[in-house]
Every structure is written in C-alpha cells, then in structure tokens.
C-alpha cells in the first residue's frame, strides 16, 4: 500500500475540483438530483421530529443524572444526527450506486489517463443485481454492529455518554466504507478484502467519514456531497490501493 501527504480535506477538496473536470462532469448529474431530491425530503421528515426523538431518549437516563440533561441531551442530538445521516446516505447510496460507480470509473480513468470502459444503458441495467449484492453487503454489515450499540443505548450510564462516542466512530468509519466501495467494486475486490484494506488506515479513513458527516448537516452542502466524496474517495484509491488491487480493467463487462 503506497503511503500519502493527503487527509481527508485533502481528498474531498479534490473531489470538489473533479465534479468540474471534462470527461467526469456529465456523470455527477444523475447522483447529484438523486441526492437533492431524496436528502431533501428525508431531512425536512427528521427535523420534524427530532424533538421527539430527543424526548424518547431522554426518558431512559436514570433520576441521579438528570443534573447532566444538557450535556446528554447534546450527545444524543449528536448522536441522532449522525445516524440519520448515514441512514439518509444509505438510502440515497442505495439507489444511486450504479451512477457512483460509473463516476468512479471515469474519475478514476481522469486521474490515470487511462480509458473508462464503454457503459451502455443495457450494461448498466445487467449490473444492477450485482451492485445490489453489494449494497446488500454493506447493509449486513452495519446492521451488524448498529443493533448491538443501538440496544446498549438503552443501559443506563454506559448508553447515554459511551455508546454516543462509539456510534460516531462507528458510523464515520461506515460512511468511509460506503464511499471507498465504489472504486473497489469497479476492480471486482471483495468486501472483505476491502475492510482488510481500509483497516490499515483506520484513522485517516474514519476522518474522512467523519468530515463528510459533518458537512452532510450543513444546508446546500448536504446535497452535493455524494459526487464529491465519491471523486475524493476515487482519488485515494488512486493514490493509496490502486497499484495493490489493480488486477484487471475495471468492471469488463
């Protein structure tokens, strides 16, 4: 694996600069409105009941913490709001997956000078079921750490001040795997081989989960941060996995 100067701001701010690139550009368009369009609704629904959320945890701190309501109350409107967007990134992910992988390729092929494979709309279509089994995967795999935490919420203590702390590692660690797929989808890399992969920068790629997180909160930026962190998850693929797990032409169809 080939060492990089870049962080996380590094990758998404390259991301943004790639959205605008010739040969890139076209393919952002499809998974930009999906993003405007489902985030847009998804949002105004949870703002609409965040309080209510927010009244549902707060009924199982115990008595003797309530002098702490504040700092728990902030932890769990964290915690809420991260989840939430990692949930409305799924969904949105979910239905745009197969555009995101045919903006990694051409990014990738931008930054390589190498060609991006011929995709007809046929070719798309027939790739569906295996992207689906993908995005399957990654569904598996959140459930299967979400459920455990999401039921430690609940035990008194431990569920209102670690459990937040975890979850936000947790989930930007996700999002970081969301992104990252893409390119390593495109090169037929297993999910477990990627997981083994990204692990060896568990730091530098849980930041960059996290930073997208948060600007997924922020208005306007929230519905154009798909395509970049694609491009900028690409571009760490480039840089970082690409000369390790280069083994074929992207996605032959």
Known sequence: MHSTNKNAIDY???GYHLIFQAGVKKFVIIPMIANIVIM???IAWFFSKLSVFID???????????WLSYIISALLLIM?????CYFFSAITNIIAAPFNGLLAEHVEAHLTGEPAPETTAM???RDVPRIMKREFQKIVYY????????????????????VPVVWFIFTAWMINVQYADYAFDNHKVGFKEMKIALRRDAVGNCFFGAVISLFTMFPILNLIIMPIAVCGATA????????EFHRAPMNQK
């Open 12 to 14: 998404l701010i390259q």
């Open 236 to 243: 760490k693929w480039v840089d970082v996995y690409r000369k």
């Open 56 to 66: 549902m945890g707060m009924q199982y701190v115990p008595d003797w913490l309530q």
């Open 123 to 125: 070719d798309l279509i």
């Open 143 to 162: 459930l299967a750490w979400a459920v455990p935490l999401f039921i430690l919420y609940w035990v008194p203590v431990i569920g209102q001040t670690v």
């Open 80 to 84: 809420l709001s991260i989840m939430f």
């Open 40 to 42: 847009s609704l998804l």
